[in-house]
């Protein structure tokens, strides 16, 4: 049995909060929800005069909150100039996801041989949050509560340099996993595939973990070409608004995805 360890926070670049988180990190979740929502769209500024007023904050934790949000990888900084909603392309997606699929396998099998009783609790606990809020909560509260279950394995995987890189990759993947997960209603079975993944690990049964979790997150790259190209078409029709304007090398490469063929895909989330 391992060291029992925090509950997970339900977004990346997490703390433990003894009180109120402390202000950079509010202001980036607030900004962090604005770009999943598309209120802040990939490739535009974020412009932190503005965003500071309309928060009511000083520019201070703003531009704090803006660097926490670069290094996740939601943000782009640019010198000189104001930051930029981060548009990754295709293969930095998939490139991420393989990473992080490999991490959250031997997350589950660290998990299975390092977590206390507690520790399992705690990622049932996590699991259980997102089951009772599957009818009431909002798509985007779902989601963090999916990604707060992940995120409690690899926590009680007892490997403290395991989580952190875990918690990276998962924040680069943010906002793709978050649409591929608006693609999909297959919240149902990703629901009962977490039971199995709990049940498994409680278990301490690698092999039936590592194949749940293969079911669980199959199909992602087949997903982020479905995120991509659906960008790709409505930078496309706001083109056509603009009178013609001839797309950007980036609109140009994900307006290609809309050519390949895309098999049935698995869960996202």
Same mark, same amino acid.
């Given at each position: /049995?391992?060291?029992?360890?925090?509950?997970?926070?339900?977004?990346? &670049?997490?703390? #433990?909060? /003894?009180?109120?988180?402390?202000?950079?990190?509010? =202001?980036?979740?607030?900004?962090?929800?604005? =770009?999943?929502?598309?209120?802040?769209?990939?490739?535009?500024?974020?412009?932190?005069?503005?965003?500071?007023?309309?928060?009511?904050?000083?520019?201070?934790?703003?531009?704090?909150?803006?660097?926490?949000?670069?290094?996740?990888?939601?943000?782009?900084?640019?010198?000189?100039?104001?930051?930029?909603?981060?548009?990754?392309?295709?293969?930095?997606?998939?490139?991420? %996801?393989? #990473?992080?699929?490999?991490?959250?396998?031997?997350?589950?099998?660290?998990?299975?041989? &390092?977590?206390?009783?507690?520790?399992?609790?705690?990622?049932?606990?996590?699991?259980?949050? /997102?089951?009772?809020?599957? !009818?009431?909560?909002?798509? =985007?509260?779902?989601?963090?509560?999916?990604?707060?279950?992940?995120?409690?394995?690899?926590?009680?995987?007892? &490997?403290?340099?395991?989580?952190?890189?875990?918690?990276?990759?998962?924040?680069?993947?943010?906002? !793709?996993?978050?649409?591929?997960?608006?693609?999909?209603?297959?919240?149902?079975? %990703?629901?009962?595939?977490?039971?199995?993944?709990?049940? !498994?690990?409680?278990?301490?049964?690698?092999?039936?973990?590592?194949? #749940?979790?293969?079911?669980?997150?199959?199909?992602?790259?087949?997903?982020?070409?479905?995120?991509?190209?659906?960008?790709?078409?409505?930078?496309?029709?706001?083109?056509?608004?603009?009178?013609?304007?001839?797309?950007?090398?980036?609109?140009?490469?994900? !307006?290609?995805?809309?050519?390949?063929?895309?098999?049935? %895909?698995?869960?996202?989330?």
């Amino acid at each position: /049995m391992g060291k029992t360890a925090p509950d997970p926070d339900p977004t990346p &670049n997490r703390r #433990v909060p /003894m009180s109120l988180p402390p202000l950079p990190d509010h =202001i980036a979740a607030e900004l962090r929800r604005k =770009i999943l929502r598309g209120d802040l769209r990939p490739g535009q500024s974020v412009k932190e005069r503005d965003h500071a007023a309309e928060m009511g904050v000083s520019r201070t934790p703003m531009r704090e909150a803006i660097r926490i949000l670069a290094k996740e990888g939601l943000i782009e900084l640019r010198p000189a100039r104001s930051p930029v909603v981060a548009r990754p392309d295709l293969r930095e997606l998939c490139d991420s %996801a393989e #990473v992080l699929i490999a991490l959250e396998r031997l997350s589950g099998e660290l998990a299975c041989r &390092n977590a206390s009783d507690a520790g399992l609790a705690r990622i049932a606990s996590a699991a259980q949050r /997102m089951e009772d809020g599957f !009818a009431t909560a909002e798509r =985007i509260d779902s989601f963090e509560m999916d990604m707060a279950f992940h995120m409690a394995i690899a926590v009680e995987s007892g &490997n403290a340099a395991l989580a952190r890189t875990h918690r990276a990759y998962l924040a680069r993947l943010w906002r !793709a996993r978050f649409l591929a997960s608006r693609l999909k209603e297959r919240r149902q079975l %990703a629901l009962e595939q977490h039971g199995q993944m709990v049940a !498994a690990l409680v278990a301490r049964d690698v092999g039936a973990f590592t194949a #749940v979790l293969g079911d669980h997150l199959a199909g992602l790259p087949d997903y982020f070409r479905l995120v991509l190209a659906g960008e790709a078409a409505e930078a496309g029709a706001e083109t056509s608004k603009d009178g013609g304007r001839r797309p950007g090398k980036d609109e140009d490469e994900t !307006a290609a995805l809309r050519g390949e063929g895309i098999g049935e %895909a698995g869960t996202s989330g």
